[in-house]
Nanobody
Framework: VQLQASGGGSVQAGGYLRLSCAAS????????VGWFRQAPGKERVFVAA???????IYTDSVKGRFTIGREDATNTVFLQMDNLNPEDTAIYYC??????????????????????WGQGTLVTVSS
């Protein structure tokens, strides 16, 4: 599976961006897909994830501002990011967990529970 993240850029605080994660080699439809981000000098951390049947989970700092969704027709998962602030500045990575048969959505918060990663797309938010 190869993942291609796109849509990053530079915006001012309060602005918005829409990131996309496209997959080749496997359909997203039976997998869980997550977005993580890594700010300069910091660890890569969880942002949001979506399960094959549409269940979602978010980190607290983005709830109400970010929306994760699936576009199965194009084999793409998006991350709509609204009301961005400078603390959202980071490289954003998408990742796939191929085993979608689990009960606790919280396992999607941990990097080690994903099988494939994309290369990242840079988001810069200025104040």
């Amino acid at each position: 599976v190869q993942l291609q993240a796109s849509g990053g850029g530079s915006v001012q605080a309060g602005g918005y961006l829409r990131l996309s994660c496209a997959a080749s080699g496997r359909t997203f439809s039976s997998t869980s897909v997550g977005w993580f981000r890594q700010a300069p000098g910091k660890e890569r951390v969880f942002v949001a994830a979506i399960r094959s049947r549409g269940g979602t989970i978010y980190t607290d700092s983005v709830k109400g501002r970010f929306t994760i969704g699936r576009e199965d027709a194009t084999n793409t998962v998006f991350l709509q990011m609204d009301n961005l602030n400078p603390e959202d500045t980071a490289i954003y990575y998408c990742a796939v967990r191929t085993n979608d048969r689990f009960l606790n959505n919280d396992i999607l918060r941990y990097r080690n529970n994903y099988n494939y990663w994309g290369q990242g797309t840079l988001v810069t938010v200025s104040s």
